[in-house]
């Protein structure tokens, strides 16, 4: 072979390089035969049926509702049976006799100041308000998938990048083997090239590894027991509507979407009708009351008697337990003003973060595509120059480590800026 022939062939490699066609291997990316990619909407989907912490949230609100019940028991009718058998002993004349007894009684209250009726009111609202704290659990769930299926993607596509290198390293370290072979290049380029391709095939290993911890955080974030093996889909998040208003533009729109200022404004309602049940106390019950039954020794030998009335009951000394009891619902009564005002604040910080990451991750992810497409022409240039004898081992090198870092940061700004936007969405209340 003479050497101008060699030479030829050697530079196959750089020049499928140079076209963008790096030799990696297809089969190492392909996914499962017949698997469904797993979209995010389906991620979200499989969360909202199998997340644990969302039918815990919708127990909470079963039994907030239950306890409307209970607590509506009391303005409906009370009713109960009586029976009864005995034996007794007395002295003489009176000696052992049995009794015998069968009753039915009834009450129903009339009036106690709407002591029961707020109370009830109170349950209501809570329960109102454990409906919109479920909202809030289910969003959160969302959120959460909605960041672990972007992680996950943005490991994926790290994967393909350190695929990438690593075919462009092993074509680099045949390139200059054989400019070793036919004297061209120092013995130092090759050994430079081998250390380079085993650091990529380190760089991969560590990329897969990441991809197997991701997956298994989108598995948790799901509510999944079981690993699922199917492709994620490589689909764009959206950008939000409205992600360029101003602060106070959102503001507005989260403070009527959000589910937590529904929940404290229904927590608030529960407290005053709590307050108004508990000042009550001060005034009189009234209820109705009657009974029907009948005794006797025998079960053969019985007597029926009745009796109906009314029972006026008022309160007149307790040692100051209402009172205390209304200053401690006024004072949490008072305690949800400062809340409403935390809340508000927190959500004015939330929307400005999330508004501010859109807008740092939009202009990262335009600067990395400039930086990506000058990285693969500084790689094209040093090939060329490593090839006519211009350029050195540790200038290609150099441009490698450039393409790759640059492919990365462009990974990591595409779902950075898909994460900002999930965030934002949640920040005002839409799922």
Same mark, same amino acid.
């Given at each position: 072979?003479? /050497?101008?022939?060699?030479?030829?062939?050697?530079?196959?490699?750089?020049?499928?390089?140079?076209?963008?066609?790096?030799?990696?291997?297809?089969?190492?990316?392909?996914?499962?035969?017949?698997?469904?990619? #797993? +979209?995010?909407?389906?991620?979200?989907?499989?969360?909202?049926?199998? *997340?644990? *912490?969302?039918?815990?949230?919708?127990?909470? %609100?079963?039994?907030?509702?239950?306890?409307?019940?209970?607590?509506?028991?009391?303005?409906?009718?009370?009713? @109960?049976?009586?029976?009864? #058998?005995?034996?007794?002993?007395?002295?003489?004349?009176?000696?052992?006799?049995?009794?015998?007894?069968?009753?039915?009684?009834?009450?129903?209250?009339?009036?106690?100041?709407? *002591?029961?009726?707020?109370?009830?009111?109170?349950? @209501?609202?809570?329960?109102?308000?454990?409906?919109?704290?479920?909202?809030?659990?289910?969003?959160?769930?969302?959120?959460?998938?909605?960041?672990?299926?972007?992680?996950?993607?943005?490991?994926?596509? =790290?994967?393909?990048?350190?695929?990438?290198?690593?075919?462009?390293?092993?074509?680099?370290?045949?390139?200059?083997?054989?400019?070793?072979?036919?004297?061209?290049?120092?013995?130092?380029?090759?050994?430079?090239?081998?250390?380079?391709?085993? @650091?990529?095939?380190?760089?991969?290993?560590?990329?897969?590894?990441?991809?197997?911890?991701?997956?298994?955080?989108?598995?948790? &974030?799901?509510?999944?027991?079981?690993?699922?093996?199917?492709?994620?889909?490589?689909?764009?998040?959206?950008?939000?509507?409205?992600?360029?208003?101003?602060?106070?533009?959102?503001?507005?729109?989260?403070?009527?979407?959000?589910?937590?200022?529904?929940?404290?404004?229904?927590?608030?309602?529960?407290?005053?009708?709590?307050?108004?049940?508990?000042?009550?106390?001060?005034?009189?019950?009234?209820? &109705?009351?009657?009974?029907?039954?009948?005794?006797?020794?025998?079960?053969?030998?019985?007597? /029926?008697?009745?009796?109906?009335? =009314? +029972?006026? +009951?008022?309160?007149?000394?307790?040692?100051?337990?209402?009172?205390?009891?209304?200053?401690?619902?006024?004072?949490?009564?008072?305690?949800?003003? &400062?809340?409403?005002? %935390? #809340?508000?604040?927190?959500?004015?910080? !939330?929307? %400005?973060?999330?508004?501010?990451?859109?807008?740092?991750? /939009?202009?990262?992810?335009?600067?990395?595509?400039? #930086?990506? @497409?000058?990285?693969?022409?500084?790689?094209? =240039?040093? !090939?060329?120059?490593?090839?006519?004898?211009?350029?050195?081992?540790?200038?290609?090198?150099?441009?490698?480590?450039?393409? +790759?870092?640059?492919?990365?940061?462009?990974?990591?700004?595409?779902?950075?800026?898909?994460?900002?936007?999930?965030?934002?969405?949640?920040?005002?209340?839409?799922?």
């Amino acid at each position: 072979m003479t /050497r101008a022939l060699a030479l030829a062939l050697l530079l196959l490699p750089a020049a499928a390089l140079a076209a963008g066609e790096p030799a990696a291997d297809p089969a190492a990316a392909a996914p499962a035969a017949g698997a469904e990619p #797993l +979209t995010l909407e389906r991620a979200v989907e499989i969360a909202l049926a199998h *997340q644990p *912490q969302r039918a815990a949230a919708r127990a909470r %609100t079963r039994a907030a509702r239950a306890r409307v019940g209970q607590a509506a028991a009391g303005l409906l009718p009370q009713a @109960s049976a009586t029976a009864g #058998l005995g034996r007794s002993h007395a002295p003489e004349p009176v000696g052992t006799a049995n009794s015998v007894s069968l009753g039915l009684q009834a009450s129903q209250l009339l009036f106690d100041f709407g *002591q029961t009726w707020n109370r009830t009111g109170a349950a @209501s609202a809570s329960a109102d308000a454990a409906t919109q704290d479920e909202r809030t659990t289910l969003q959160s769930a969302v959120l959460a998938v909605r960041a672990a299926w972007f992680n996950a993607g943005a490991a994926r596509d =790290l994967v393909e990048v350190a695929r990438e290198t690593l075919a462009n390293r092993e074509a680099h370290l045949a390139q200059v083997k054989g400019f070793v072979e036919v004297g061209t290049r120092p013995e130092i380029d090759l050994a430079q090239a081998r250390a380079d391709r085993a @650091s990529a095939v380190v760089q991969l290993i560590g990329a897969e590894n990441d991809l197997a911890t991701a997956r298994a955080q989108l598995d948790q &974030a799901m509510g999944l027991d079981a690993p699922s093996d199917a492709p994620l889909s490589a689909e764009p998040y959206p950008a939000v509507p409205g992600e360029e208003g101003t602060v106070e533009e959102l503001l507005a729109e989260a403070l009527r979407a959000r589910p937590e200022v529904a929940s404290l404004e229904r927590q608030r309602a529960a407290q005053q009708a709590t307050l108004r049940s508990v000042e009550g106390q001060y005034g009189p019950t009234l209820a &109705a009351s009657g009974k029907v039954g009948e005794a006797g020794t025998a079960v053969d030998d019985l007597s /029926r008697s009745w009796s109906y009335g =009314l +029972t006026l +009951t008022w309160p007149l000394f307790e040692g100051g337990r209402t009172r205390a009891q209304v200053e401690e619902a006024r004072a949490t009564l008072d305690g949800f003003d &400062a809340q409403e005002t %935390t #809340l508000r604040q927190q959500i004015r910080l !939330e929307l %400005t973060q999330a508004r501010l990451a859109v807008r740092a991750a /939009r202009a990262s992810l335009e600067a990395t595509g400039e #930086l990506v @497409s000058s990285a693969r022409e500084r790689l094209r =240039l040093a !090939e060329g120059r490593y090839q006519s004898g211009l350029g050195s081992g540790i200038e290609l090198n150099d441009a490698q480590v450039a393409l +790759t870092t640059a492919e990365a940061q462009e990974v990591k700004a595409r779902f950075t800026l898909a994460s900002a936007r999930a965030q934002l969405a949640t920040s005002l209340g839409r799922v």
